[in-house]
């Protein structure tokens, strides 16, 4: 008898699929570059939202100057601004008509005023806002009939890394802005 043996085929070499996608240390290296590049751009844009943030008062501030010397021209009464600061750090500036002490900050940056007088304009800087305004020693005065401002003043808002916008009243009442040694881009340098 004849022994027959079976043959097996034989084993062909078939080439190996090629997986699509990422392995989990090549997701791990990109996602430790993505943190590392997070991370080095964190303080840049903590810094331009300070500077938007200070240039945005600037502007508010600019415009509500504005607003006390039309209000005055058009009623012909004097309209004041004062500036203070607050009794937990920060400060705060308002408008009003009336007497010279007619009205003033308080504590919390509201603006409280004698019977009788309103403020026509309030605006608080909290100390957590990182920009305060320098306080005056006395209110500016926008006179409605000659038109003028008395003093004349520089209004200083500065962040909390240093940078600075002066907003220079002249005694026409209008407004010039700088930045104390060009810190601050798009104004020129205070003189």
Avoid: W
């Amino acid at each position: 008898m004849q022994a027959t043996t079976a043959r097996r085929p034989a084993a062909t070499c078939q080439p190996r699929r090629r997986r699509r996608g990422l392995s989990m240390v090549e997701v791990l290296g990109v996602l430790a570059i993505s943190v590392l590049l997070l991370g080095g751009s964190l303080p840049m844009l903590n810094d331009l939202r300070q500077g938007q943030r200070l240039q945005a008062v600037a502007a508010l501030l600019e415009t509500d100057i504005h607003m006390a010397r039309s209000t005055a021209i058009s009623t012909g009464q004097p309209v004041r601004l004062v500036a203070q600061a607050l009794a937990g750090g920060g400060s705060c500036y308002l408008l009003h008509m009336g007497a010279p002490d007619a009205c003033d900050c308080g504590p919390e940056g509201q603006a409280r005023c004698e019977a009788g007088t309103a403020p026509l304009r309030h605006e608080a800087l909290p100390a957590t806002g990182g920009v305060s305004l320098a306080t005056l020693s006395r209110p500016l005065v926008f006179d409605g009939r000659k038109a003028t401002v008395t003093p004349t003043a520089t209004l200083r808002l500065t962040a909390r890394d240093g940078r600075a916008i002066h907003q220079v009243v002249n005694i026409m009442g209008r407004v010039r802005s700088c930045s104390p040694g060009g810190s601050v881009g798009g104004l020129r340098a205070c003189e």
